[in-house]
Every structure is written in structure tokens, then in C-alpha cells.
């Protein structure tokens, strides 16, 4: 066994994945439907080609790609839960192998070969999610490298609803590039999709994602990518060489604000595209909301749905068929230009229809009498007049009034998809806008202009209102200014109502602090929105007085009154003790502005006794509490010498460094 084969089904891998059904079979994989006994669910298990799995440079680089896809956990990624190799028994080489989340439903592959070119709504709600999913990757440092139909999964999300649109294969085309069946100088990928810097040189990036979803966009809405050709060579020619086609030429109704996005997502010039696709993601959101768009529900491919209800072990859970090696290109690239003339063999050319068999000698010639030749003329001759008579017949019918017109279908209550299909049915052209309503749910019909049953010229255009439902409350950021937010809510067809006026120690006055009821809530159109107004914070009492008190008394005295104090500096107060307050700023009894107070500290010295202490003694102690001694006097009579007195007093408050006169005995 050299090749995946359904021969694996029954094969227990690493003790744990038991391969169940073959869904898939590529080039360079095979899917299979699985089980993972320990938790006893349903899993999708790809297991590689052994001519990939035989590569040492492969298996290191799969298990880091594998890795890497697993920690994207995203709603629209399909999530990896294992990566493995394993070596069955009776098997000539090991089996490397992904155990991914198993989606039951189709791919867009599916979707558009059952209802080809699809409604702009339709396209735009697989389109997001998928740069989402993108978005997330590129955040995490990971390029997809292979974005296209085939790894797109629509899977059920639910009973009864939509289907969940999911991103296939992160990391896989890096993993088999880097294989020995390739070398550094080849690149792989589904051609139609590649961007042109990865055909001629085999690069990479963000933008090169951005560039195959811009295709992936355009096959949407126009039903075929912009290049086809006999040969994949041919066509990656035309990525590298030529400006990808507006799509608007294939479908004239494309709203020009999506036309110019999806030019701007697929130039040639890597640097004129969208950055990445989260600034994709982003344009795209925008113009949905300049069209007035709402998402739609995306469809499961009918034929796997009905699969699903009559039969759930029939079930085909669609996972993306690797690349083949029809829909692969192996480009060698030694030079852009170069690269493109060494192409991998052309598609096989079309068989011609067997040749007739040769006709036995016994056979009678083919000729027929002259009788039954003439017979056929005659009939021939009649079939033209009779044909004849009924063309112009036909003429005089349409020139007098013959049906060329197109009626409007009945399309109040369909949702906006439906009556985009039902309107280009009668090969007539929609033009949707949106109005709030009260009744009719949102993105359905309330009216059409003209109304149904109009006769009107092909390819006319319809204008048609669909509902946006009830009004909501619009949200209004705490700090806008009232003129901005009533303007909001006249936007959403409410009435503002100015209410009462609250205090907030955040929002500055006269702006808007919340309303009443909360952003998000449903009204009627032209229902009440209170707007509370902020009057600013919460007045602060009069700054209390607290001078002379010591410094952490005077914190807590203005902590108390909700203040918030600082040391704002020393100064010399001589009737204030050293040490204390000898002011604040602002002054007490003001009316502060801000909550901040600065609090400045007397730096007075107290000056100590040194009477009767001998001139040494009492020099350091002045010099102790920074003041300084001058002496008066030599010393005292009968050999005493000592400080008799001190000027100024001893207890008085003197500026730091000041001097104190000191006098003696006879001095």
C-alpha cells in the first residue's frame, strides 16, 4: 500500500482514530470520516500521501504548521484537534495525519455550481466571515497560501438555520511546499487563486491571501474567476502579467463602491492592495453599510442537506479536497519571466470520438432512387414555406404588440436574497434601500417601485424598500456633546427628550452621560430617548483651614472633605511651630476647582537653651539644630567660661541657619 487508498478504513490510528469512510481523495491527501474513540465523537482525518510522509523535512515542518493552525481558535476557522504519525500494520511507510473538526454540509464550491453567480448580500455574508477567519491568521503570523472554493466549508450551525461559513487547510500548502517531491525553487497552489508575486517567485504573505479572497469575491459575484486557459501555465501567465478584469464588466449591476474594492484587492502590485485581510474585512464592512445591506443567511448546498434528512449515516461531510495535480502548479522559478516557460505538462487534450467501423465489402452502396430524392425536396421545400409562413406570422405578432416587456413579481414579505432572484428571474434589475418599521421583521420586503404585476422594459430597475425592523437606541458615548446625540437619535427615526441633569465625576459638564432606555433597546419609530446631561463632578466643600497643624493632621483634615493633598513645598512663618502648615494652595475657605490641594510646611527652627553651658557645648548644639553660634566675650572673671546669655531667647522660632549671639562671664 504506497498510496491513501479506502483499503485504510477500519485502521486504528495511534490507538485512537479509527478511520471510518473515505470522503475525499486528492493529489496529495485523503479525507476520510473518523471517530476519535476516547472522546466518542465525530472527527474529519486527513492523512497525507506517503511520498510526503516519507520526507523528514515534511513531517518537521506539517507538525509545526499543524501546531500553529491549532492555536487559531476562531467561530469560521476549522479547528485542529490532533496532528500524528503512525505506521499501520502491514503498511510500507508511516501515515502523517491531521484530526480536524468534522463539518457536515458543503464547500462554496458546491454552493455556486447549484446557484452560480449569487446575490450581492449572499456573497458579501460568506465573504466576511471568511476574511475574519483570515484576519485571525494573519493577527497569529499565519498566511493560508491556498484560499479558494474548495477550502470555504458551509456546515450546519444549528437545526432550522443557516449554515456556518468555515476556513479549511490553514498551513497544509507551506507544510507540502517544503516537502522533497518539491524543492525550494517550486511553489504549489490552486493556479486560478495564486497570487502573481507567489507564481513568480513563490513568496508568500497577508496580501497574498488578500489577493486569492479578491478572486474568491469575484467568482461570487460573477460566476467564473477572471482567468481560465488550456493549461495551468497559461493561466498563471495572466496573474503575473495582466490587471485582473473589473468585475463590474461581467455584471453591470455590481454596486460601483464593490467593483473598485475588489480591483483594488486583486492588483498585481502587492503594496496597492488592502493590507492585510483585517483592513479587507474592514472595507468590506464599510460598504455593506454604504449599500445598506443587511447579512443573510447562507444556504447548505441542497444536495448534501437532503443528504442529511434521509439518511444520517449517508451524510457527506464536505471537507476541501486538496489541490490535484490538475489544479496545482509546480512553477520553477529561477527568473519571473523564465518561470512562466517551464510549465508543468499541458491538461490533457481531448480525447477524439472513437473512428466508425469500417464497412463490410457485402454491404449495398448507400445510394437511394431518384424518386425518393425528389420526394424529399418536395417535403423540404414545403417544411421552408411552411416555416416561412409562421416567422412572419410571428413578426406581425411582435410588431403589433407582441409581449417585449417584464413583469414585476409579487415580492412583499420575501427576504432580500429571495427577491434579488426573483427580480433577475423577470430579467429585471433591483435597487434595495432600508426604512425602519414596526411590524415587518428586518431585510424583509415592504414595497416595491413600481408595484408588482407592472409591466416594464428588460432589465429595468426595481426599487425596493426593505424593512430595518423597529428602531433601536443608538449608542451614544458617555462625554457627547448633546447636539450630536440628539442628531443620532433623529437618525434612528427617534424622538429626543432632554431629562434631568445628574452630577459625574468623569463626563465634563454639558455633556451626555447615558439614556434612558440603554443603547440597543427596540422602540417604535419616533419613540422617546430620554439624554441624561452631566453637571459635572460632585461640588467640593470650602478648603478647610488647617494652618498650624502638623502635616499629617492637616492630610487627613483635607482627605476628609474629599480632597487630595500634596506636599507642595517648605517656607518660614515665624508664629507658626516648626514643622506645621503655614498655608495651603488654593488658601483656606476658597472654592476649589480640582480636587488637588498643595499643602506648604513651616521649615522654622526652635531655638534651644544654652545658657550656663560652656562655649563648646553650647556652639554644638546650635550647630546640631542648624543654627549658628556667635560668640560675645573672651570668658568670664575668676576663669569661668560659659554662655551667661543667648540672644534671641531660647523657644524662639528663627529661620534655619540663622545666628544666635552668645555672651559670657565679663564679656
Do not use: C, W
Not at 25 to 48: F, N, Q
Request: no cysteine; proline share 9%.
Amino acid at each position: 500500500m504506497t498510496r491513501t487508498h479506502p483499503s485504510l478504513v477500519g485502521t486504528l490510528l495511534e490507538r485512537r482514530y479509527r478511520v471510518d469512510r473515505l470522503l475525499a481523495h486528492g493529489g496529495m491527501s485523503s479525507v476520510y470520516r473518523g471517530t476519535d474513540t476516547r472522546l466518542d465523537r465525530p472527527v474529519a482525518i486527513k492523512i497525507m500521501d506517503p511520498r510526503f510522509a516519507d520526507d523528514r523535512s515534511f513531517v518537521d515542518r506539517f507538525v509545526r504548521e499543524a501546531q500553529s493552525a491549532a492555536q487559531l481558535h476562531h467561530p469560521h476557522v476549522v479547528a485542529v484537534h490532533d496532528q500524528g504519525f503512525d505506521l499501520p500494520q502491514g503498511a510500507e511507510s508511516g501515515l502523517a495525519f491531521l484530526v480536524m473538526e468534522l463539518v457536515d454540509g458543503g464547500t462554496l464550491r458546491d454552493l455556486l455550481a447549484e446557484k452560480g453567480p449569487l446575490d450581492v448580500a449572499l456573497a458579501l455574508s460568506v465573504a466576511e466571515p471568511v476574511l475574519s477567519a483570515l484576519a485571525a491568521a494573519h493577527r497569529a503570523g499565519l498566511v493560508h497560501r491556498d484560499v479558494k472554493p474548495e477550502n470555504v466549508l458551509i456546515g450546519r450551525s444549528g437545526p432550522h438555520t443557516g449554515g456556518v461559513v468555515k476556513v479549511a487547510d490553514f498551513g497544509l500548502v507551506r507544510a507540502v511546499a517544503s516537502a522533497g517531491t518539491t524543492s525550494s525553487s517550486v511553489i504549489l497552489g490552486t493556479v486560478a487563486y495564486l497570487s502573481p508575486e507567489q507564481v513568480a517567485t513563490g513568496s508568500a504573505s497577508a496580501r497574498g491571501d488578500v489577493y486569492s479572497a479578491g478572486i474568491l469575491l469575484y467568482e461570487m459575484l460573477t460566476g467564473q474567476v477572471p482567468y481560465t486557459g488550456d493549461t495551468a501555465i497559461s493561466v498563471a501567465y495572466r496573474h503575473v502579467n495582466d490587471d485582473v478584469p473589473r468585475p463590474g464588466t461581467l455584471r453591470p449591476d455590481l454596486p460601483p463602491a464593490l467593483d473598485d474594492l475588489i480591483t483594488r484587492a486583486t492588483r498585481r502590485d502587492p503594496e496597492l492592495r488592502p493590507a492585510d485581510a483585517g483592513e479587507f474585512l474592514l472595507e468590506l464592512t464599510a460598504v455593506r453599510a454604504q449599500l445598506g445591506l443587511l447579512p443573510v443567511s447562507v444556504p447548505i448546498p441542497a444536495a448534501h442537506a437532503q443528504d442529511d434528512l434521509a439518511d444520517t449515516e449517508r451524510t457527506l461531510p464536505r471537507i476541501p479536497q486538496v489541490p490535484d495535480t490538475e489544479k496545482t502548479m509546480p512553477v520553477h522559478r529561477p527568473h519571473p519571466t523564465r518561470a512562466l516557460t517551464h510549465a508543468v505538462p499541458a491538461a490533457a487534450a481531448p480525447v477524439p470520438p472513437p473512428p466508425a467501423p469500417p464497412r463490410r465489402r457485402s454491404e449495398p452502396s448507400p445510394e437511394k432512387p431518384r424518386d425518393n430524392r425528389k420526394r424529399i425536396a418536395l417535403i423540404a421545400a414545403a417544411v421552408l414555406l411552411f416555416g416561412g409562413l409562421i416567422g412572419a406570422f410571428a413578426f406581425i405578432l411582435t410588431d403589433t404588440g407582441g409581449d417585449k416587456t417584464a413583469t414585476v413579481p409579487t415580492l412583499v414579505g420575501l427576504n432580500q436574497a429571495a427577491a434579488g432572484d426573483a427580480l433577475r428571474a423577470a430579467k429585471l434589475t433591483p435597487q434595495f434601500s432600508q426604512e425602519f418599521d414596526n411590524t415587518a421583521p428586518s431585510n424583509t420586503v415592504l414595497r416595491a417601485d413600481p408595484p408588482e404585476g407592472t409591466r416594464l422594459a428588460p432589465n429595468s430597475t426595481v426599487a425596493v424598500v426593505l424593512s430595518k425592523g423597529r428602531p433601536t437606541v443608538p449608542d451614544i458615548r458617555p462625554g457627547t456633546a448633546v447636539a450630536d446625540a440628539e442628531q443620532a437619535i433623529k437618525t434612528s427615526k427617534l424622538t429626543p427628550v432632554r431629562g434631568t441633569e445628574d452630577y459625574d465625576a468623569e463626563v465634563p459638564q454639558g455633556a451626555v452621560i447615558r439614556t434612558e432606555p440603554a443603547a440597543g433597546s427596540q422602540l417604535n419609530i419616533g419613540g422617546q430617548v430620554t439624554i441624561i446631561v452631566s453637571k459635572g463632578p460632585i461640588p467640593l466643600p470650602p478648603v478647610p483651614d488647617v494652618t498650624g497643624r502638623s502635616k499629617d493632621e492637616a492630610f487627613q483634615l483635607l482627605q476628609q472633605a474629599g480632597y487630595e493633598p500634596f506636599q507642595a513645598g517648605e517656607e518660614f512663618k515665624q508664629d507658626v511651630p516648626a514643622g506645621a502648615v503655614t498655608r495651603t494652595d488654593p488658601p483656606s475657605g476658597a472654592q476649589a476647582k480640582a480636587k488637588r490641594i498643595g499643602v506648604f510646611v513651616n521649615n522654622a527652627v526652635q531655638v534651644p537653651d544654652v545658657r550656663f553651658r560652656p562655649f563648646g557645648d553650647a556652639q554644638k548644639i546650635l550647630e546640631q539644630a542648624g543654627l549658628k553660634a556667635d560668640r560675645d566675650g573672651r570668658g568670664g572673671r575668676g576663669g569661668f567660661d560659659f554662655v551667661f546669655e543667648q540672644d534671641p531667647q531660647p523657644g524662639t522660632f528663627v529661620q534655619k541657619g540663622s545666628k544666635v549671639k552668645l555672651k559670657g562671664f565679663g564679656g
